[in-house]
T-cell receptor, first 114, second 111 residues
């Protein structure tokens, strides 16, 4: 049981480049989300999904797109990378739409934009 | 003022000491989560609680809903407990699918 698989683990981008961070879970979880983690701050929600075909914006959605074509996958796309997007990104999933259930996290992607 | 505040921000202790990390929140919640993040590693859920107390091994989490406060305790601390401990709260009563996160407490246990 792989849990939440997030790739890549590290990435360096040049300003203006685009890329996709992959996230897949094999637990049949409905709720999936993307966070960014910056020094001295709590995790900030970028986008989330409550099921296939349904996505919504979180606290800091600008510069990012998501889609949820299947229950398993929830990729995060950076459209035109900026240095302000240098951060550690985490994908998470949980079984039900209620947040009162355990969340499972990927290992994180450390992204540097130069 | 942040809606979820943790204290202390940093904590260094000797192996064997009893550790307490605090989390205070200012919003109505339906549950509070404690999570652990090791250096360079992912994030692991430790507890989810909405009342009372939970225990898992040397870890104990308590919550006082009236005082809007939770504590995470570690008994007989060990260097492998060194990590960042994060508190987060949820209130999905209104269909709000967003956790509110504390900034974390960095714990270092020295041998």
């Amino acid at each position: 049981n792989a849990g939440v698989t997030q790739t890549p683990k590290f990435q360096v981008l040049k300003t203006g480049q685009s890329m996709t961070l992959q996230c897949a879970q094999d637990m049949n979880h409905e709720y999936m989300s993307w966070y960014r983690q910056d020094p001295g701050m709590g995790l900030r929600l970028i986008h989330y999904s409550v099921g296939a075909g349904i996505t919504d914006q979180g606290e800091v959605p600008n510069g990012y797109n998501v889609s949820r074509s299947t229950t398993e996958d929830f990729p995060l796309r950076l459209l035109s990378a900026a240095p302000s997007q240098t951060s550690v990104y985490f994908c998470a999933s949980s079984y039900s739409l209620s947040l009162n259930t355990e969340a499972f996290f990927g290992q994180g992607t450390r992204l540097t934009v130069v | 003022k942040n809606e979820v505040e943790q204290s202390p921000q940093n904590l260094t202790a000797q192996e064997g000491e009893f550790i307490t990390i605090n989390c205070s929140y200012s919003v109505g919640i339906s549950a509070l989560h404690w999570l652990q993040q090791h250096p360079g590693g992912g994030i692991v859920s430790l507890f989810m609680l909405s009342s009372g107390k939970k225990k898992h091994g040397r870890l104990i989490a308590t919550i006082n809903i009236q005082e809007k406060h939770s504590s995470l305790h570690i008994t007989a601390s060990h260097p492998r407990d060194s990590a960042v401990y994060i508190c987060a709260v949820s209130n999905d009563a209104m269909g709000n699918y967003q956790l509110i996160w504390g900034a974390g407490t960095k714990l270092i246990i020295k041998p």
